[in-house]
């Protein structure tokens, strides 16, 4: 019987409810009771308040029976987003801190001397807001990382 491996990343509070298993640092496969789903959003918390962003691993393996349709069809992406919906397997989650480049406190100031407004705009995650507010406090697009509401 020939499997295709599902490889999936995306928000933790997304994907962690899609999950049934997770993989140990054995390698194994364990069942994702409550105790392991509360540590892991509880690392998603502290990390995103940290002003990383925060990613989740799952991964799931199907039968190519299973998929019907050719990759080049428009009906490959439902069928393979139909099956990223459950029993997926906790692989890991990533802290991703990406520091804004040196220049644009600089650019920042240029276009703000030029009379340019400029807004931060995410629609995300209330840890995520957090991490828009880390940032703009770094960039000085307004003070402390409080909101900007000119």
Not at 31 to 40: F, V
Not at 120 to 138: D, F
């Amino acid at each position: 019987m020939s499997r295709s491996l599902l490889t999936i990343k995306g928000a933790p509070d997304v994907l962690i409810g899609r999950c049934s298993k997770y993989t140990t640092i054995e390698g194994d496969s364990k069942a994702l009771d409550d105790s392991t789903r509360s540590a892991i959003e509880d690392m998603q918390k502290t990390w995103s308040s940290q002003g990383k962003r925060v990613i989740l691993l799952a991964r799931k393996t199907i039968v190519k029976e299973q998929i019907k349709s050719l990759p080049t069809s428009s009906q490959f992406e439902e069928e393979v987003m139909h099956h990223a919906r459950s029993d997926l397997t906790l692989v890991g989650i990533v802290g991703i801190v990406d520091p804004p480049r040196d220049e644009i406190p600089s650019v920042i100031s240029i276009l703000r001397g030029a009379g340019i407004r400029i807004f931060m705009v995410r629609i995300k995650l209330a840890e995520e807001t957090h991490h828009t507010h880390v940032l703009a406090g770094h960039w000085r697009l307004c003070p402390h990382g409080t909101s900007n509401r000119n």
